[in-house]
């Protein structure tokens, strides 16, 4: 099973674009418009949630990752955190996307998160075939057959089909993106993570109102 043939119809995709933007935030003082937007979203079925769009070949999402790190430190339990890969027809963003899906199969990705952005960013390594990702995780200590099981799962397609869907409907234009509640955007990540926690935690009490 080709689990890459999938065409994602964006038109305009860069990666950084949350990272253009800047402000000051304020607790209590947020505004639409200013520091999130509403979006028309996708259906969370669990929330409160703090979904954040990525792509392990994006050097801004590399670069956001310990921001991200720290920022669901402080939001705890009470906010879900979950993650949408991006692969918008690039092979190689295609073959992360799926590096992904085997994290979260074998339960590996609080393990090898890190060591695949550092493999791509910092060894200059990106992935290029399927076999690579799969010496990836042998290498990382996952038995073959668990790994040969993940990557021919049935579920292989539908996964990264639904996190394609993801990506179309939420309406995100580029990566990093955080979407909390599947409805609301925000519009930049550049400040500390205490202000984005507080952010997250007004959308989410905000959705949920």
């Known amino acids: 099973m080709n689990v890459f043939n999938r065409v994602l119809p964006m038109t305009v995709f860069v990666c950084g674009l949350m990272l253009t933007a800047s402000f000051s935030l304020q ?3 947020f505004e639409e418009g200013k520091d999130y937007v509403t979006v028309t979203g996708i259906t969370e079925v669990q929330q ?3 979904r954040e769009f990525f792509s392990y070949n994006c050097p801004h999402c590399y670069k956001q990752d310990p921001l991200m790190a ?4 402080l939001l705890g339990k009470d906010i879900a955190f979950e993650r949408t890969p991006v692969g918008v027809g690039r092979p190689a963003w295609e073959l992360s996307q799926f590096a992904y899906y085997i994290a979260q199969k074998l339960k590996m990705t609080n393990q090898v998160h890190l060591a695949v952005f550092k493999q791509i960013h910092e ?5 290029t075939t399927p076999e690579q990702v799969k010496a990836f995780f042998i290498a990382q200590g996952a038995k073959v057959n668990d790994v040969d099981a993940a990557m021919t799962s049935v579920d292989a397609k539908f996964t990264l089909m639904n996190y394609d869907s993801q ?3 939420s309406g ?3 990566v990093p993106s955080l979407l909390v509640n599947g409805r609301y955007m925000l519009t930049s990540t550049d ?3 205490e202000e984005l926690a507080e952010l997250v935690k007004f959308l989410a009490t905000k959705s949920l109102n």
Do not use: D, N, Y
């Open 27 to 29: 607790a209590a003082s």
């Open 123 to 127: 060894k200059g390594e990106p992935f």
């Open 70 to 73: 720290s920022t669901v430190k």
């Open 172 to 174: 995100i234009k580029g």
């Open 167 to 169: 990506t179309e409907l």
């Open 48 to 50: 409160p949630v703090l």
């Open 191 to 193: 400040h500390s993570p």
